[in-house]
Each structure stands twice: as C-alpha cells, then as structure tokens.
C-alpha cells in the first residue's frame, strides 16, 4: 500500500525543487558570467587560505628516517604534526560549512517546512559540534614549528622517500644569501622570482590570502555583530534609546581610523589580532544605520503588530520576525565592506604598520618591490598587486549583483 503521505513530504522525483525566496535570489545574482567568474575566484582564494599549509610549505607530507644510533626506521608526518592551531580550526570550520552544504543539497527537494526544520537541526549539530572542536584544539593544541630544513636532509640522503607540497618553500623560507638567489628573476626553480631576502614569492603570494581573507571576514564579522545589535535597538525604539545610540554612532564615525591603529601599534606592537577587531569595532556603523531604517519602516507593519500582540518576548520580535526580512540590504553592503577592509589592510602593511613580519601581506610585498623612480622589483609586485586588485574588483561586483537583484526599484532584477 502506498504512503499516503509520501506526496507531503518529498516532490517527485522529476519535479522541480520547491522554490524559495532565497534560491530565486541565488538563481537571479548568479546568472550572468562575471559574477559567476567572480564568485568562483573568491571562494577559490578562501580555499588557498585555508589549504595553503598543504601547497607551499618545506615540510614533507611524509618521510622515512632512516635507521641510526640504535633508532629503528620510522616514518614520520612533519607536516601534519607541525600545523598550527589555526590551521587545524580552518579545517574544522572548513568541514563544518561542507557538511551543512551537503545537508542543503540533499534536503533541497523536501517540502519547504520538512526542509527548513532539517537544515535547522543540521546547523545547530554542526555548529555546536565545530565550536566544541575549535575550543579543543585551541586549549590543548601546542604549536610546534619545527625548524628543520628537510630539503637538505633529503639531499644528504637523512631521509628517504619525502613527498614535499606542490611548492617546497615557506613564506619564511630563505635561500642560501649568495648573490644569484636574491631578488632573481622568474624561474623554473622559483615561479614568480625571490625578494631582496631569498625567499619565493609564489610561497608568500599564496599565504598573504590567509591575512587577506581572515581580516576580510573576522572584521565584517565583528561589525555585522555589532551593527546589527545596535540597528535593531534603534529601529524599534524611539526617544531617548535611539537619541543615545545615534550619538555613539557619530562618536564612534568621528574616530580617524589610520590615528587608532598606529596608536594601538605604537603601545602594543603590530599584531593581526588588533587591526581584526580595531576594523570591526569602527565599521559597524554603516550597518547599524542602514537597518535602522529597515527598522522603522518594519516595525509598523501588521505582522509586528500581530507579533507584539501575542505576548513573545522582545529578542524573538526583533532578531525573529523583523530582522529576516530587514537584513536583505546589510548583507549586500557586508560585501563592499570586505573589499574594504581587504584594502585598508593592504594599505597598512605597504605603510609598515600593518602585519607583523616574517608573515607576508600584499600590501608588505608591494612595499617590498621597491619604488619605480629607483630600484623596483615588477615580479615582486605583478603578484601581489594582480591580487589586490581582482579580490577587491570580485567582492564589488558580487556585491552589486546583489544589490540589482534584490532592488525592488529595479524592474530588470526578474
């Protein structure tokens, strides 16, 4: 006997998918080709950040030592055992959001409601089990960084059988300082050329996305946290909770950015950590503003109203009912923001106050190029300023297509 319910809870199997106001909006951002282009570039780059220890590094995957002083043979993973606590919580992350995409692709031919409570319960597993993971290895995970050069091992036959990353070197890694392997040219052995130390420029290239996009997104993250809080208050109340919230909205716009940060700089020292939460905590404003107004004009609406009325609390009116259907144009403008912050942590670094070295950042290798009245370096630069430039180009066009699309004055967005 068939299930009488089986038409209820799953569309045939050559049906379309149940249409969503959001999977109409991926559908409609998504169409033309240069968003696409766009889009496969930066997630394209967020993988090099987080799979860049396992691309460029001098530490093989794995290596046999060789019997000695009574040892016996052993084979070892020194990259493995050597990554660092960041690292390992990028992977965790990493897995988390492909198993919650996973569950979205399978689920997607569920009846709407059926679909949504599953993919709820699948982001409160993941999210709970990725933050419990995150804080183990935070806690109790030691870096190592192991110095051995195991290239010259290898060459000195110490160790057998090494299986080395697709680029040998580090982003901290020199060359024996002989003349020839300073600021060399392209070539088959180093790709994109060394700097004035010896070191691969290609290597550096690629782990410079790891600084790029963590600022990018832990920064807007930070301000979306705080915009959106703030936004809220003021949208939904009015009189003198909006009067005081609106003033430290101005007092925190009226603080110079480049004043802060070198003042931070100055007492604590050049740390990625503070240009992260110095960006998030002066650029929450524009988001706090724009839902703001989402928040006047919704909160007059009858299903606020209705919502009100019913006796629930005030969290679940504001972050439940309202905030869903007013966050549309904050996240349109999180992307211009994380073009943003991108080029203002470039711009630091080409100034010297922005990462800390050894660790490599576009704006520190384009400083390093050297100045073009003088002496300059154009392979040194032709990387990391392709790079700049295309990240930032990808996240406005992302971020426009976005805005067209979800422009109700738009008539061309359908």
Not at 64 to 90: E, K, N, Q
């Amino acid at each position: 006997m068939p299930d009488a319910l089986s038409s209820t809870v799953r569309m045939p199997e050559n049906g379309p998918p149940p249409q969503t106001f959001w999977s109409r909006v991926r559908a409609r951002v998504f169409r033309p080709w240069m968003v696409i282009f766009c889009a496969s570039y930066i997630v394209l780059v967020c993988l090099i950040a987080v799979f860049v220890p396992f691309l460029a590094t001098g530490k093989p995957y794995t290596c046999i030592v060789p019997a000695h002083h009574g040892v016996p043979m052993r084979r070892v993973y020194p990259l493995f055992r050597d990554l660092t606590s960041v690292s390992w919580v990028l992977l965790v992350v990493t897995g988390a959001l492909a198993v919650q995409g996973s569950c979205v692709f399978f689920t997607r031919r569920l009846m709407p409601d059926l679909r949504r409570r599953r993919r709820r319960v699948w982001l409160a597993v993941v999210t709970v089990a990725a933050v419990i993971a995150s804080g183990l290895i935070v806690a109790l995970h030691h870096n190592r960084l192991d110095a051995t050069n195991y290239r010259s091992l290898a060459a000195h036959e110490k160790i057998t059988h090494a299986i080395f990353a697709p680029i040998p070197w580090g982003y901290a890694a020199m060359e024996p300082l002989s003349k020839n392997l300073i600021n060399k040219l392209p070539s088959q052995r180093h790709w994109l050329g060394t700097d004035g130390e010896g070191r691969d420029v290609l290597s550096r290239l690629l782990w410079s996305t790891r600084v790029a996009m963590g600022i990018g997104f832990i920064s807007q993250f930070i301000a979306l946290a705080i915009g959106v809080v703030v936004g809220a208050l003021t949208g939904y109340f009015s009189g003198m909770v909006d009067i005081l919230l609106m003033r430290l909205v101005e007092i925190v716009e009226s603080v110079p950015l480049f004043f802060l940060i070198l003042t931070f700089v100055a007492i604590y020292g050049r740390h990625i950590f503070y240009i992260m939460v110095i960006l998030g905590v002066t650029g929450w404003t524009g988001y706090a503003r724009l839902l703001r107004g989402e928040f006047l004009h919704l909160r007059q609406l009858d299903y606020v109203t209705a919502a009100q009325a019913s006796g629930l609390p005030l969290w679940r009116v504001l972050f439940r009912h309202i905030l869903p259907n007013g966050v549309t144009p904050v996240l349109v403008s999180a992307s211009f923001g994380l073009a943003g912050a991108v080029t203002i942590e470039s711009s630091l670094s080409y100034l010297g106050v922005g990462v800390r070295p050894p660790t490599p950042s576009w704006g520190q290798m384009l400083n390093a190029a050297g100045n073009p009245a003088t002496v300059f370096h154009w392979w040194q630069a032709l990387g990391p300023g392709m790079m700049l430039f295309i990240t930032v180009l990808a996240f406005n066009i992302v971020g426009e297509s976005f805005r067209d699309t979800l422009d109700p004055r738009n008539v061309n967005a359908g």
